[in-house]
């Protein structure tokens, strides 16, 4: 019986043993395994106990002190950077059982050295025996950051310098589209000057100058006397006209500078606040829109056409930038319809509404626009007049969008004319 049990006691101890072994080959595998891991990534791993003191570190750790401190991470030392009061908060924070984490900056041979720290607790069971720190290098990434950071001021630079230049080319055409109405309204008071009957005014007063001794019988009997209070009377006639014609054309002088004046004044104010917005009558506004032009579309025989709604009245937006587009639309068609050289030119202006949008149309029955202009018609640049600069659509299209509205032309091909459509929210 002791034999028995002697011999049971033996087999079991060799089973135990072997079973021991077996779990310890295990247990080396897996360490082996994790020491591997630790030892394949870029970044350093070192563990710590409560204290501070390094149980384990990685080949990296250990380079990084070689490279910062110029010796290699010992089990049992401490880490120098753990000096650091940013550090030992952060490790104090992860003893609580919180992760932690935080970018420093340790100088390294004359260039600062980025690290990304993260302090993990380690549990045992419910209580924290320590913390693993984890840090990578992200020194190019903070480079390239910085240098992205600065690109961006660059651009930033360009797009400013960019939205000025376009604010002054804006303001170059549309001063430019009223100056030529202007020049329009001068000429015109030139020519009425040059040829005012105010040159027969002087000659019947040297006439009666040369008769003044006796202004009774040449009145009466003289035949250029007798005539006189006729051509008194039909000369009055006259000048009153050529007076009220040069007024009229003087106010619409007064009224292209009036613009000029608050195109610019509107530039200056958008390029430091957003332009006011109020409550216009767009019928009211395309009117003294078209009045700029009004000259120029007499002269040239071109018909006008309104076709108002009732309904169609007021939006809310910025006057002078709606005033702008409207303009530009106005001087466009004036050239389509001079260019088709056809003596039936018509300019038709509507307005209507069309659910919560304001329509506003200007069409002509001029040389048109062909399909494969009519995509790029709204590019900055792109133009088919000689003198053109291919600004005008583009920065009206801009300030369409601004206004929170959109503008759009239909054309069925070259000589069918064209129609600009501006839509804008309603007020």
Known sequence: MSWALSWLYGTVREESQVELERALQTLRGSEGKLLSVLESTEDVVVALDREGRVITANLMAKALGQRVYGRTLERGGHL??????????????????????????????????????????????????????????????????????????GLVDVSRHAG??????????????????????????????????????????????????????????????????AYLAALSGQLAQERESVLE????????????????????????????????????????AMRLHAVSFERLGIQLRREYTASASAVMVDRHKLLQILVNLLSNARHALVESQRPDK???LRVEEAGARLRIAVADNGVGIAPEI??????????????????????????????????QCESEGAGQGATFTLELPLA
């Open 346 to 348: 018509q300019l038709t």
């Open 249 to 288: 054309e003087l106010r619409r002088l007064t009224e292209s500078v009036d613009h000029i004046k608050s195109v610019v004044s509107m530039q200056q104010q958008h390029a430091r606040f957003s332009g006011v917005l109020e409550r216009v009558e767009v019928p009211t506004l395309l009117d003294d």
């Open 374 to 407: 009519l995509q790029r018609l709204f590019s900055q640049g792109f133009t088919t007049k000689k003198d053109g600069h291919g600004f005008g659509l583009h920065i009206s299209a801009l300030s369409a969008e601004e206004l929170g509205g959109s503008l």
């Open 80 to 153: 120098d950077w753990m000096a650091s009061p940013g550090l030992q908060t952060l490790f104090q924070g992860a003893l609580t059982g919180k992760r932690q984490r935080l970018e420093m900056s340790l100088p390294v041979q004359g260039r600062p050295l980025t690290l990304d720290v993260t302090f993990n607790p380690v549990w045992e069971g419910e209580r924290v025996v320590g913390a693993t720190l984890f840090s990578r290098d992200v020194t190019e990434r903070k480079e390239a950051e910085a240098r992205l950071a600065e690109l961006h001021r």
């Open 164 to 229: 000025m230049a376009e604010i002054a080319t804006g303001v170059l055409h549309n001063v430019g589209n009223t100056l030529n109405s202007v020049n329009v309204s001068a000429h015109f008071v030139v020519e009425r000057l040059r040829g005012s009957r105010s040159a027969g005014l002087d000659k019947a007063v040297e006439l009666l100058r040369e008769n003044a001794s006796r202004l009774g019988a040449f009145l009466e009997e003289d035949p250029r006397g007798r005539q006189f209070p």
